[in-house]
């Protein structure tokens, strides 16, 4: 799934850009273990291999991807919790 | 008028900083010019890297821990109290055995992380662990109890004190058994939370054939939900169980309540501009190891070198010169694969960590190291 603009405003954001180690899909799983059912969490990370990496952890997970961008520089990966 | 310079905390971070800091204004220190005080809530500096070798009867706890004062430079003021809120727009302290609460021109939190397995129902009578004196010791005295059986390392918390410590518990387990003769009456599982066996993609393809040529299991996406201290068993939220007669879990971690309760940042971290470790939104404030959301692994090294950053930074500015020094992301690990051998990685925000061929040299490198910590937290080395 590729948008160009995402309008969806998430309800927590994890900024992973420039995360070195474990790196920012542990990040985001750290805070989506916190959130309640339903939260929609940003991943902003600037690793490329986060938006098919957090795609498939989602899927095995049973949590959902709603959107992911390129923002230049960045990408901004929405997953909410299920 | 003094400068009073405040850090909240005396593990790795707090403490390098405030030696640095009386090395680098010691004339204005002596002068009356600027204070340094360091609060901690006990007495004693912990040095964490010892865990892991107590759970093998090779350290005692007592090996990592010193008393604060022994460790820090005698123009630091070193207050024993706890810090539970910042008001940033008085800049004060409020602590728990202060009526009144103490001002501060700068502040520094390096308040670390503490353990929260009861964030996951069961992991507190079901698992063990090796964050901590008491855990480690468990631990141990549970590992030399076995005479064989299945033992699951599992990564539980995200994010947690230095990512490369199950990796080590597993090739040190896998060696301390064979050592012993007893590697063929132990299975090992290893689980980690996502679908390769670290988080760094570099580390994870470094360890993953190491991990398969010591027969240890592996497990992926595998990120616990529930333990069942009866039945023995680990349930992931991806839906598989797994049994054990050992589970040695790698509970998961908070900031402190301090952050929260001064709405520094969420979940007890606190958000910084990575490479100015300035607290986001806020004046005069830094966060450093551990507690500072930079993005590099919560580890010591990291802590020591972000210091340093700050305490050339607070240097600059209690001087009136603009601050110039940037933290870069720079880690160093040593990474224990058995009982003899190590690797070492070093990485920042740009350059990726390579590991190396493990060597006993490296082994050795890392015990001295930890001989040898005492004179880094004093600045020495």
Known sequence: MTTDQITEDPDEIVDARGATCPGPLMDLIGELRAVETGTVVALLSDNENSTTEVQEWADQAGNEVTAIADEGGYYRIHVKKL | ?381
């Open chain 2, 1 to 381: 008028m003094t400068e009073h310079i405040a850090i909240v905390g005396g593990g790795t971070g707090g403490t390098v900083l405030a030696n640095n800091l009386a090395e680098k204004l010691g004339a204005e220190i002596d002068a009356g010019d600027v204070e340094i005080t360091l609060f901690n809530d006990g007495p004693d500096h912990v040095y964490k890297p010892v865990w892991l070798y107590v759970a093998f009867g090779q350290r005692e706890p007592a090996d990592g821990r010193r008393p604060l004062r022994e460790v820090v430079d005698d123009r630091v003021d070193i207050r024993q109290d706890y810090v539970f809120n910042v008001d940033h727009d008085k800049k004060e302290l409020e602590l728990v055995d202060a009526i009144e609460p103490v001002a501060y021109d700068k502040l520094v939190v390096a308040t670390g992380s503490q353990l929260d397995p009861e964030q996951v129902p069961g992991l507190v009578d079901g698992g063990h662990h090796f964050y901590g004196e008491d855990g480690a010791q468990a631990l141990r005295d549970e590992l030399l109890a076995m005479d064989g059986g299945h033992i699951v390392l599992s990564v539980v918390g995200t994010p947690h004190m230095c990512p490369a410590a199950p990796l080590e518990f597993v090739f040190m387990l896998d060696d301390w058994l064979r050592e012993r003769g007893r590697r063929d009456a132990f299975e090992l599982t290893y689980t980690y939370p996502i679908m390769r066996v670290h988080g760094n993609e570099h580390i994870a393809e470094w360890a993953h054939p190491r991990l398969e040529a010591r027969d240890i299991a592996i497990e992926t996406m595998f990120n616990a939900e529930a333990v069942d201290p009866d039945a023995k068993t680990i349930t992931a939220m991806e839906g598989t169980d797994v049994e054990y007669d050992l589970l040695v879990a790698i509970p998961p971690h908070t900031g402190s309540d301090l952050i929260e309760e001064a709405g520094l940042g969420d979940g007890g971290w606190v958000d910084v501009d990575k490479h100015t470790l300035e607290a986001t939104g806020f004046e005069d404030i830094y966060a450093i190891g551990d507690a500072a959301q930079t993005g590099v692994p919560k580890a010591g090294s990291a802590a020591h070198y972000q210091a340093n950053v700050v305490a050339q930074r607070l240097t600059s500015e209690v001087r009136g010169q603009p601050a110039t020094a940037v933290y870069g992301g720079k880690t160093v690990c040593f990474i224990e694969t058995g009982m003899d051998d190590a690797t070492f990685v070093e990485f920042d925000y740009e350059r990726p960590p390579s590991p190396s061929e493990p060597t006993r040299a490296m082994h050795w490198s890392k015990l001295a190291y930890n001989e040898s910590y005492w004179l880094t937290a004093r600045g020495l080395l």
